[in-house]
């Protein structure tokens, strides 16, 4: 009597096709168990699989996995392989509490914020492209927002004095604008005015001669505001508050508020791709990482990740996005995008 036919496991899909260490991604197909258990890799890396149907099959990334293929293994035949992009490690004894900035050459400004009203030795660190880091700013208490000027220069909010400082590119600050309560998030629209977040309650808007004005009034955030501008002019904002159900808000150049976007978990750091869709550090059904809400407001996970609490688009040296800076309230990570791939991008 013939042996039965063993066929090889099919893969159809990866979901999300972006993933942190830690983190766990999703394989559709066929024939992904039989008898004995399917044993899974990322390149030459194993992957642990936290369970496993004919169908379906949940991973972990493991530490040291690098962008490769997805394949699975079942009783010796291997699946198609299906590409994974792993975000890799660039800096780490950091402490950013939001966005991470890019600056004009692709280097990346990151904060070690440490606890409210406590001084910490180095404020902002300066991350190159290839991952060295030097200090770049010092006793800026408990900096928080970073954003670029329509000047070249780097803003900071301190979250501890009210307070938003202007830096040079030579490290060297001053201090912009004061009285903004717990000042977390910052923007600057196209007309160069700023916008500060102050968690308590308050969007201020401060204009190129430094006068302020309260711009839109949210519900107060445990934690931080988060500010992204579309290109349109519409100010994004998340802030974190005890409900397990948040929102983005969208405030329009005349500052009406409206729900842009709800069902999110803890929200905080978010941009505006080049794709026009907004992406968001939160979780979205349980599932943690960067949540993407296209312009149709269909939110989908992008990217799965734990711990995040920013992220900033990041160029290649012709100046096209091409990655994407992760943040965690520890480190940097950064992921290098596909943008010939539909799941990303």
């Known amino acids: 009597m013939a042996a039965a036919r063993t066929y090889a496991p099919r893969l159809d899909s990866l979901h999300p096709a972006a993933a942190m260490p830690g983190a766990e991604v999703t394989l559709r197909g066929v024939r992904l168990l039989h008898s004995d258990l399917p044993f899974a890799r990322i390149g030459d890396v194993p992957a642990r699989l936290h369970l496993a149907r004919r169908d379906r099959a949940i991973l972990s990334v493991p530490e040291g996995a690098v962008p490769a293929a997805v394949t699975l293994t079942v009783q010796g035949r291997a699946s198609n392989p299906l590409p994974l992009a792993v975000a890799l490690p660039l800096a780490e004894d950091l402490h950013p509490v939001a966005n991470p900035a890019v600056g004009p050459h692709g280097e990346l400004y990151a904060t070690l914020s440490g606890p409210r009203g406590e001084q910490t030795p180095v404020s902002i660190f300066r991350i190159e492209p ?51 309560g717990v000042a977390t998030g910052i923007a600057f629209d196209r007309e160069g005015n700023l916008y500060a977040g102050d968690r308590s309650g308050t969007i201020f808007k401060i204009d190129p001669d430094r006068r ?27 802030g974190p508050t005890t409900s397990s159900c948040d929102v983005v808000y969208a405030i329009d150049p005349h500052g009406a508020i409206s729900v842009h976007f709800r069902g999110l978990g803890r929200p905080q750091g978010l941009a505006v791709g080049p794709d026009g869709a907004l992406y968001v550090a939160a979780s979205l059904a349980g599932a943690r990482g960067v949540v993407r809400i296209d312009e149709n407001r269909a939110a989908s996970l ?43 991008f």
């Open 130 to 180: 290839d991952g060295s880091s030097r200090p770049f700013v010092r006793g800026l208490l408990n900096a928080t927002g970073l954003a670029f000027g329509p000047d070249g220069d780097l803003y900071a909010t301190s979250r501890a004095e009210g307070s938003v400082h202007r830096i040079t590119p030579e490290g060297a600050t001053s201090l912009y604008a004061e009285g903004l």
């Open 212 to 238: 302020i004005f309260v711009f839109a009034t949210l519900e107060p955030s445990v934690s931080a505001y988060h500010l992204a501008f579309h290109p349109d002019g519409t100010l994004f904002v998340t």
């Open 302 to 344: 992008f990217l799965a990740g734990n711990d995040l609490v920013g992220l900033a688009f990041t160029p290649n040296g012709q100046g096209e996005i091409d990655g994407l800076a992760l943040a965690t309230n520890t480190a940097l990570f950064h992921v290098t995008l596909n943008l010939a791939a539909p799941s990303l």
